[in-house]
C-alpha cells in the first residue's frame, strides 16, 4: 500500500509540474464556463445582450430623441453608438448592419415629431425605415413589434399629456385661418372648436401638474404612430439567403485551423523522428525546409478551403457572391494561418507539446472569434475584444465574400489583418526555428 501510495504522489506532482496539463485541467474549463456563461448571462450583470440597432435620427427633435429613449430603454434592444461618436448616416448604419456589427438599423423621418399629439389624426403617419441583416430574419418581426408597441404607446400618452396637444391645436388653427378656400362658415366653427379644445387642454395640463407636484407622478415618453417599410440591407444573388451560407464560414475556419495545428505537429515530429537531421545532410538550409514547410501549410489550407466549398456548393447549395473577393479571402486566411503555425511550432520541443499548445492557442481565438458562436449573440464587450483574434477576420472576410455582398474595398481590412499576421508570424517563426539550428 505504501508503495502505491508513493506512486501516486509521484504522479500528482508530476502532473503539478507540467504547466500546461494544468491549463487542461482548471484553467480550460473556466474559461469555457466564462464565455457561455457571458454569452447568456449578459455579461454576469443578470441582464441579457440585447438586439443592436442603428437609429438614424434625421428629424433630431425632442420628439425623434424620446421615441428612441423609450426603445433603448427596453432590455430587448441595444442602441449602438457609431465607432467615431457622430450620429449615424444611412449609409454609415448600412455599412454597420453589413459588417456585423448591428442586427438593424431603423431610420426616424425628418418631421417626425410634429406628429405627436392630436397632429396624429390630422395626415399620413410617418414612415420609419428598417433595414435587417438577413442573417437576423427571426427578429426582423421582434424589432417590427417592438416598434410598434412604442408607437400605439403615444395614443395614451396624447391623452394624459395635455400640454402635448397644445401646439398642434395652435398649428391647426393657423393653418384653417391660412386656408382660403374654406367657407367663413366653416372657418369660425374650427377656429371656435380649436380655440375651446386649447382652453380645455391648458385647464386639464394646469389640473395635471398640480397632482404631479402632490404625487411626483412623471409623464409617458412622447411617441407617434408609425409606418414600417423593409429594406434589404445585403445584395443577393437570387432567392434567400441559404443557412448553410452562414455557417460554412465558420466550418472553413475549422478547416485550416486543423491544417496549421497538423502541420505544427509534423514539423516538430521530422525534429523528433530524425527526418530533419537528414535533410540537413543534404543540400538542404534551414531557410528551404521552412519555406518548404510553410508552403505545405498553404497548400493544405487551400485543399480544405477547396473541398469544402465543392460540398457545400454541390450539395447544401452554398453560393458565393463575388468569386474575386472569396479568392482575395481564401488567399489571406491560408497566409494568416500559415504563420501561426510556424509560431505554434516554436512553442516546444516535442509532438505532445506542440499539439498542446497549438489546439490550447486556437481554440480561445475560435471562442472569441466567432468561430463557435456567431459575433452577434455575444456581449459587446466579447464583441470588442473578438477584434483581437484572427479568426474573427478570416470569418468575417470569408463572410463578405459569400453572402455580405463586400466591396474589394471593404475587403482589404480584414485581408490586410490576415496578412499582417502571417507575415509577422512566419518571419518570427523562421527566426526562432534558425537560431535553434545555429
Known amino acids: 500500500m505504501r508503495n502505491i501510495l508513493a506512486m501516486a504522489k509521484k504522479d500528482l506532482l508530476l502532473l503539478w509540474r507540467d504547466k500546461f496539463g494544468v491549463f487542461w485541467i482548471l484553467l480550460f474549463p473556466l474559461m469555457f464556463a466564462l464565455f457561455f456563461g457571458s454569452i447568456f448571462g449578459g455579461g454576469g450583470d443578470g441582464a441579457t445582450s440585447g438586439m443592436r440597432v442603428a437609429f438614424v435620427d434625421l428629424d433630431n427633435t425632442d420628439g425623434s430623441r424620446a421615441f ?22 444611412i449609409d454609415s448604419a448600412r455599412d454597420a448592419v453589413l459588417s456585423g456589427d448591428a442586427v438593424a438599423y431603423v431610420v426616424v423621418p425628418e418631421g417626425f415629431g410634429e406628429t405627436g399629439g392630436i397632429a396624429m389624426f390630422t395626415g399620413d403617419p410617418p414612415e420609419i425605415e428598417v433595414g435587417v441583416d438577413p442573417s437576423r430574419t427571426a427578429e426582423k418581426g421582434y424589432l417590427d413589434g417592438l416598434l410598434m408597441e412604442g408607437s400605439f404607446r403615444r395614443l395614451q400618452s396624447a391623452f394624459s ?8 391645436l395652435a398649428k391647426l388653427k393657423s393653418d384653417v385661418l391660412a386656408d382660403q378656400n374654406m367657407s367663413d362658415q366653416w372657418r369660425d366653427s374650427l ?39 423593409h429594406a434589404d440591407v445585403v445584395r443577393r444573388s437570387s432567392g434567400p439567403i441559404n443557412a448553410y451560407e452562414i455557417s460554412f464560414p465558420q466550418a ?42 510553410g508552403l505545405s501549410c498553404f497548400a493544405a ?96 472576410s470569408l463572410e463578405g465574400a459569400i453572402w455580405r455582398g463586400f466591396t474589394i474595398e471593404r475587403m482589404l481590412l480584414p485581408c490586410a489583418v490576415l496578412l499582417a499576421v502571417g507575415l509577422i508570424g512566419f518571419c518570427f517563426g523562421m527566426l526562432v526555428l534558425s537560431r535553434r539550428e545555429g
Not at 430587448?76 to 461618436?85: F, K, Q, R, S
Not at 389640473?207 to 404612430?225: F, L, M, N, V
Not at 494561418?337 to 481565438?365: C, D, N, S
Open 68 to 89: 428612441i429613449d423609450s426603445l433603448g430603454a427596453k432590455d430587448a434592444i441595444d442602441v449602438v453608438t457609431a465607432p467615431d461618436g457622430t450620429p449615424w448616416t
Open 161 to 168: 399629456d395635455p400640454a402635448s396637444m397644445r401646439p398642434d
Open 191 to 229: 377656429v371656435t372648436l380649436f380655440g375651446a379644445l386649447d382652453t380645455f387642454a391648458g385647464m386639464a395640463d394646469e389640473a395635471k401638474q398640480a397632482e404631479k407636484a402632490e404625487t411626483g407622478a412623471a409623464g409617458s415618453p412622447d411617441i407617434s404612430p408609425i409606418h414600417i417599410r
Open 252 to 293: 472553413i475556419v475549422w478547416g485550416i485551423i486543423g491544417a496549421a495545428a497538423g502541420l505544427a505537429i509534423m514539423l516538430v515530429q521530422e525534429k523528433s523522428r530524425g527526418t530533419w537531421v537528414r535533410l540537413r545532410l543534404g543540400p538542404h538550409t534551414t531557410g528551404h525546409i521552412l519555406a518548404s514547410k
Open 301 to 396: 489550407c487551400i485543399i480544405a478551403i477547396t473541398l469544402l466549398m465543392l460540398i457545400g456548393h454541390f450539395v447544401l447549395g452554398v453560393r458565393v457572391h463575388s468569386w474575386i473577393s472569396f479568392a482575395l479571402a481564401v488567399s489571406c486566411s491560408a497566409a494568416c494561418f500559415t504563420g501561426l503555425m510556424m509560431i505554434f511550432a516554436t512553442l516546444g520541443r516535442t509532438e505532445q507539446a506542440v499539439a498542446g499548445w497549438a489546439w490550447g492557442g486556437m481554440m480561445p481565438m475560435a471562442m472569441i472569434g466567432g468561430g463557435m458562436v456567431p459575433l452577434v449573440m455575444m456581449p459587446s464587450w466579447m464583441r470588442s475584444l473578438s477584434n483581437l483574434s484572427p479568426v474573427k477576420w478570416s470569418v468575417y
